[in-house]
């Protein structure tokens, strides 16, 4: 069965602190997309970036970036120099391309908290 | 509107009513879904649904009955409510089998 750790439950930052927030996953499938939401105080779930099993490019979108690394079942999320409007809670998870019909498998989240 | 809309936003029932909670919407995305967002445990997979007259069991089925006669439809019915289910519940729609999940602003329940 698929899984999603994300072990760190609350991280505090200042602002203009680069966070740097962990996902881990188990897969027994070779073709699988991640993902990541924000989850901001208001509660809705905002997409941020899918990404499949084929592709370990990092990608970078303004002070957003991910690390994929297969060897080590890992997509990393990164926020450079952090703002309060990023205080969320983020989710990664795990979708698995045969056999999933596209169910995600959610980790439990991060809070992020980003203070003055 | 354009979108993914639930109602009610917010419900409160007493156990063993039934009770159902609607989504809808208008991309006519193929795939929808249901979720529960419960505190320590992220969104668990409550349902989905492949296409109209095609649905699936999730991660956490039990207590849960859904139906999808029209594309752009997909409720969600506690048949008999309990305290453990009290929760908030995510709709989401996806265009692919493999695409990402857009979602509705969520809908609290609590049942007393």
């Known amino acids: 069965a698929q899984k999603v750790t994300q072990a760190q439950t609350e991280i505090s930052v200042v602002e203009k602190e680069d966070v740097t927030l962990d996902c881990v996953y188990e897969?027994?499938?070779?073709?699988?997309?991640l993902f990541w939401y924000k989850q901001p105080p208001s509660g809705e779930l905002v997409f941020l970036i899918r990404r499949n099993s084929f592709d370990e490019q990092n990608e970078i979108s303004g002070r957003y970036s991910w690390n994929f690394q297969k060897s080590t079942s890992s997509f990393n999320f990164t926020i450079t120099a952090s703002q309060v409007v990023d205080s969320a809670v983020y989710f990664c998870a795990l979708s698995e391309a045969w056999g999933g019909g596209n169910k995600l498998t959610f980790g439990t989240g991060t809070q992020l908290k980003v203070e003055l | 509107d354009a979108g993914i809309t639930q109602s009610p936003r917010y419900k409160i029932t007493e156990t063993g009513r039934q009770v159902t909670l609607m989504c809808h919407q208008t991309?006519?995305?193929?795939?929808m879904f249901w979720y529960r967002q419960d505190l320590g445990h992220g969104l668990r997979l409550i349902y989905y649904s492949a296409a109209a007259d095609i649905t699936d069991k999730g991660e956490v089925p039990d207590g849960y009955v859904v139906s999808r006669s029209k594309t752009e439809n997909f409720p969600l019915t506690l048949e008999s409510a309990t305290r453990s289910q009290t929760s908030v519940y995510f709709c989401?729609?996806?265009?692919?089998?493999?695409?990402?999940?857009?979602f509705g602003p969520g809908t609290r329940l609590t049942v007393t």
């Open positions: 989401a729609s996806s265009g692919s089998g493999l695409g990402e999940q857009y």
């Open positions: 991309w006519s995305h193929s795939y």
């Open positions: 897969t027994r499938d070779t073709t699988y997309y």
